[in-house]
């Protein structure tokens, strides 16, 4: 009875948020989004040799997103991430993992994503395909998108779009060879932001 009850309250949450969505969709909203830096994080974890897991983050990230809410699977979106901008709250692993043996951060600046399709599931889930180039190879790479809320800032009082997009990396197969043994090679990924109209 009360795993019943509480599939039934999370549909009636969804489709409400769902219903919610859709209904945005009338109103006087951007086609064109960018990323608000100071709301967004990239973050990543790796098991470090099977004792721990490691995380970090990458905290200079640009992206815009060009999102129809009439037409969702025309959407399209792009990322650049700054590689020097890794932390993982350790300098001197920070500074390891920014040499050539990792991501090789004077040669290879930036990392980047660019969507081919986009294909929602439903108004607040799709799946985003794309292509992403770490250390100059560029690679298909999809995402699992979560659109949380759309609506209009309360303390700007301009329209504001919470996502969340999750993936994994498979460093090695971008050269990214390094500890192999011992540090994860397929790497999840968890980006959070917000998205504020492009000016």
Same mark, same amino acid.
């Given at each position: 009875?009360?795993?019943?009850?509480?599939?039934?309250?999370?549909?009636?949450?969804?489709?409400?948020?769902?219903?919610?969505?859709?209904?945005?969709?009338?109103?006087?909203?951007?086609?064109?989004?960018?990323?608000?830096?100071?709301?967004?994080?990239?973050?990543?974890?790796?098991?470090?040799?099977?004792?721990?897991?490691?995380?970090?983050?990458?905290?200079?990230?640009?992206?815009?997103?060009?999102?129809?809410?009439?037409?969702?699977?025309?959407?399209?979106?792009?990322?650049?991430?700054?590689?020097?901008?890794?932390?993982?709250?350790?300098?001197?692993? @920070?500074?390891? +993992?920014?040499?050539?043996?990792?991501?090789?951060?004077? &040669?290879? !600046?930036?990392?980047? /994503?660019?969507? $081919?399709?986009?294909?929602?599931?439903?108004?607040?889930?799709?799946?985003?395909?794309?292509?992403?180039?770490?250390?100059?190879?560029?690679?298909?790479?999809?995402? @699992?998108?979560? +659109?949380?809320?759309?609506?209009?800032?309360?303390?700007? &009082?301009? !329209?504001?779009?919470? /996502?969340?997009? $999750?993936?994994?990396?498979?460093?090695?197969?971008?050269?990214?060879?390094?500890?192999?043994?011992?540090?994860?090679?397929?790497?999840?990924?968890?980006?959070?932001?917000?998205?504020?109209?492009?000016?």
């Amino acid at each position: 009875m009360i795993n019943m009850t509480m599939k039934t309250t999370a549909k009636a949450l969804f489709v409400s948020s769902a219903l919610a969505i859709t209904t945005m969709a009338s109103a006087a909203l951007p086609t064109q989004w960018e990323l608000d830096n100071s709301h967004t994080r990239v973050g990543f974890s790796v098991s470090h040799m099977g004792f721990s897991t490691t995380m970090g983050h990458f905290s200079d990230v640009e992206g815009t997103v060009n999102y129809d809410m009439k037409a969702p699977n025309q959407a399209s979106m792009e990322f650049t991430i700054a590689t020097d901008s890794i932390d993982t709250n350790w300098d001197a692993r @920070d500074k390891h +993992l920014k040499t050539d043996e990792f991501f090789n951060v004077e &040669k290879y !600046p930036t990392m980047t /994503f660019k969507s $081919t399709q986009v294909k929602f599931i439903n108004p607040q889930q799709a799946k985003v395909t794309g292509d992403f180039t770490l250390l100059g190879q560029t690679k298909p790479l999809t995402l @699992d998108v979560t +659109l949380n809320k759309i609506d209009n800032s309360p303390l700007t &009082k301009e !329209p504001v779009a919470g /996502f969340r997009a $999750t993936g994994t990396i498979d460093r090695a197969a971008y050269g990214m060879t390094a500890y192999a043994s011992g540090i994860t090679t397929n790497v999840p990924i968890q980006i959070d932001g917000e998205l504020v109209e492009k000016k």
